[in-house]
């Protein structure tokens, strides 16, 4: 039986993983081979994922695990491999000419040790997607998997222990009190993962050693369908994010504002959708489980809630409570004050908001935290640049909904209470890098003009300068 993780545990494998980052910075040579080691093990166990995710939720689409927790990892590693050489050349330049014949440069250096704490919606990708981003900027990596997925993440531990040698990437297996010591080490930079509540703890805790934090949260990702566009469309590509993994997804749909008139030919439409693509949903492979009772419970006590305060709720299936397989469920006229309104959903809930106008909409969305995503479907282009210039999100998409989230060549990343910082691509590289700014003073050197006791060509050059 293993030994329960402790505090000093924590500090001395980030002390070991530190003398080694410090002692020699992993080169170009080695960061491509790292990631080409990673690539490769992780490929030829990629089914064995599917597999844990799946035993971990109780059910999981494998087809939706293959290629949210899959696809992303490889296409990912594919993209940082084919550009790193680019990445990391430092970027040269003349100084500012006042200050000519000096030159500047920009170097990239690793900022240490970096730790990562993942979670449990899609424990994989979000575990090895900041971890290779890290890897590529030369550091070296803590990571702490979910304690909630606990098969993923044995194997998570056992691959990476693989890959790497002990003094380059350690994983770190336990509950939330490892989780909380943790993020109380004095990293170089810490990574999470998770909802904002649990954001704010980290944050507190990592502000005690001023450690640099990237925060992936949440919120309530909205949705605005103008008048006149296709229902039926925006219909599909809704429910094509909002139930991707049973709706356990920090930039699934949240709810959807949408014309008085709409909401019925929406509701209509959706229902069709889940009679076609989810049949026999109790039982059906490609439909996942919430991850445990307690997360199902909570979806339960919010439709409990909305019906108990006279809100419509249309449930489009039939569920199966012993599964944790919760049916996709519709929520009209809810209160601004419930819960379904108030907190992230997190789950196959979808809240329909009337609104009389786009502008109404964006008025909405803008009365609440800003979230990380925000999706609009509009086929009139001066009303779409009109939503997405008035409104703040972590990111959008126009007439779809998830998929900003795998395009590499952009930030992915939300704004105060869904986030800060960025990853993905490149803007991974620079959040795990320090970008050193460098000044070469030349043999001759016009500053010396600039030196006390000041005369009369000090006097021009003030004035000149401050004109």
Not at 47 to 55: I, N, Q, T
Not at 409 to 435: A, C, D, N
């Amino acid at each position: 039986m293993d030994m329960p993780v402790t505090a000093q545990d924590l500090h001395a494998t980030l002390t070991r993983l530190r003398t080694a980052q410090q002692r020699s910075t992993p080169d170009y040579r080695q960061r491509m081979d790292d990631l080409a080691r990673l690539r490769a093990a992780f490929k030829a166990r990629i089914e064995d994922f599917a597999a844990a995710m799946s035993a971990d939720f109780g059910r999981r689409s494998r087809h939706e695990s293959l290629l949210s927790d899959g696809m992303t990892v490889l296409h990912d590693i594919d993209f940082i491999r084919g550009r790193l050489r680019g990445w990391m050349r430092s970027k040269r330049a003349l100084a500012d000419w006042l200050f000519w014949p000096a030159r500047t440069e920009v170097r990239y250096q690793p900022v240490g040790v970096v730790g990562i704490i993942a979670p449990w919606n899609y424990p994989v990708n979000l575990a090895l997607i900041p971890l290779a981003a890290a890897i590529a900027a030369g550091n070296h990596v803590m990571l702490k998997p979910s304690e909630h997925t606990p098969r993923t993440s044995d194997l998570l531990k056992a691959l990476l222990d693989e890959v790497f040698p002990a003094e380059r990437v350690a994983s770190v297996l336990g509950g939330p009190e490892v989780a909380a010591a943790f993020a109380a080490l004095p990293f170089d930079h810490l990574f999470f993962t998770g909802s904002t509540a649990v954001g704010r703890k980290v944050m507190a805790a990592a502000a005690q050693n001023l450690t640099p934090v990237t925060l992936e949260l949440g919120g309530k990702s909205p949705v605005i369908i103008a008048p006149g566009y296709p229902i039926a469309t925006a219909v599909g590509r809704i429910a094509a994010g909002k139930f991707l993994n049973a709706g356990q997804t920090c930039i699934a749909p949240d709810y959807v504002l949408l014309p008085q008139t709409s909401i019925a030919p929406f509701a209509a439409e959706m229902k069709k959708y889940i009679s076609q693509r989810y049949v026999d949903l109790a039982a059906n492979a490609d439909y996942s489980s919430i991850v445990n009772e307690g997360q199902y419970q909570r979806l339960a006590g919010y439709v409990d809630e909305a019906c108990a305060a006279g809100a419509e709720v249309i449930e489009l299936a039939a569920g199966d409570a012993a599964k944790r397989v919760f049916a996709p469920t519709l929520v009209i006229g809810a209160d601004d004050k419930l819960a379904v309104m108030q907190e992230e959903i997190f789950g196959p809930i979808l809240p329909l908001v009337a609104v009389e106008s786009v502008d109404a909409a964006i008025d909405y969305i803008n009365a609440r935290p800003r979230p990380l995503a925000l999706y609009h479907f509009d086929n009139d282009s001066a009303r779409t640049e009109r939503v997405l210039e008035r409104t703040i999100a972590g990111g959008a998409a126009v007439n779809d909904t998830v998929l900003q989230f795998v395009q590499s060549k952009l930030p992915f990343g939300g704004i105060g209470p869904s986030g800060m910082g960025h990853y993905h691509g490149h803007e991974g590289f620079l959040t795990f890098s320090k970008q050193k700014p460098v000044l070469y003073q030349a043999r001759f050197s016009s500053m010396k003009f600039m030196r006390p006791p000041y005369r009369r060509i000090a006097d021009f050059l003030v004035k000149f300068l401050t004109r």
